[in-house]
């Protein structure tokens, strides 16, 4: 009788054994998939974040005349406004602005990875201040007329080296004033108001559509 229980007893300890030991091995029975590698995930990620074009993260702008500010648009909150008199035109620089109110350096914002070299000479093709221009849109054109500063007009009526070399110190010294503001003319054409709608283009596409309308008035 003595041998029975201990025979059942010895059965019952390797029994509980074996089950400890299947427990103990569960976790490497899985196989170690992809999602379960966070190396791959995390190489994917930054394969991902590479493969997305740059651009402009503007949250708002200020509107300066002669280096003082006029209107200030950030986050949907605004102040300000554009007066002109009617027949005279006033030139006003736009600065943009990132999530904390600071002026975004737009030239050093780069071009999306794996542009074509054969496109070198369109300049919507670089990065830099060259490649953004301003949308303004929506306004009673009986009412303002809107001059945009055209970079590319202005090189070709400059053909001779002389007057080329003077442009370009013109330019370096009007980035030393204004930064990386884009500039524009507004002209009061007849007495009454109007809105101004503002985007920032980067080549064909906004990077930045304000959210308010910028009042103006012509006087």
Same mark, same amino acid.
Request: proline residues 4%.
């Given at each position: ?5 201990? !025979?059942?007893?010895f ?6 054994l ?21 190396i791959?995930?995390?190489e994917?990620?930054h394969?991902?974040?590479? +493969?997305?074009?740059? %651009? ?6 200020? *509107? ?13 909150? %605004? ?7 009617? !027949?005279?035109e006033?030139?006003?620089h736009? $600065?943009? #602005? +990132? ?5 975004? /350096? #737009?030239?050093?914002?780069a071009?999306?990875p !794996?542009e ?8 919507h ?6 490649s ?18 055209? /970079? ?8 001779q080296?002389?007057?080329? %070399? ?8 009007? $980035?030393?004033? /204004? ?6 003319g507004?002209?009061? *054409?007849?007495?009454?108001t ?6 920032l283009? %980067?080549?064909?596409?906004? +990077?930045f559509?304000?959210? *308010? ?7």
């Open positions: 009788m003595f041998t029975y229980f201990l !025979g059942r007893d059965s019952v300890a390797i029994s509980r074996m089950l400890l030991s299947f427990v103990a091995l569960l976790p490497f029975i899985g196989g170690c998939g992809e999602d379960d590698n966070p791959v995930d995390d994917h990620d394969e991902h974040e590479a +493969d997305a074009p740059l %651009h402009a993260d503007a949250d708002g702008f200020n *509107l300066e005349i002669d280096g003082k500010v006029v209107y200030h648009q950030h986050q949907g909150a %605004h102040e300000g406004s554009l007066t002109v008199k009617a !027949g005279e006033i030139e006003i736009v $600065h943009f #602005l +990132d999530a904390n109110e600071a002026e975004l /350096h #737009l030239d050093e914002v071009p999306p !794996g074509d070299d054969a496109h070198a000479d369109d300049a093709d670089h990065g830099g201040l060259e953004f221009s301003l949308g303004l849109t929506g306004y009673d054109s009986s009412i303002i007329k809107i001059h945009l500063d055209d /970079h590319d007009h202005e090189d070709e009526e400059h053909d080296e002389g007057e080329e %070399h003077d442009d370009e110190d013109d330019h370096e010294d009007d $980035h030393e004033e /204004h930064g990386d503001a884009l500039p524009f507004l002209e009061g *054409l007849k007495a009454g109007t809105t101004i709608k503002l985007q283009l %980067h080549g064909d596409h906004p +990077d559509t304000a959210a *308010l309308p910028i009042p103006v008035t012509v006087k």
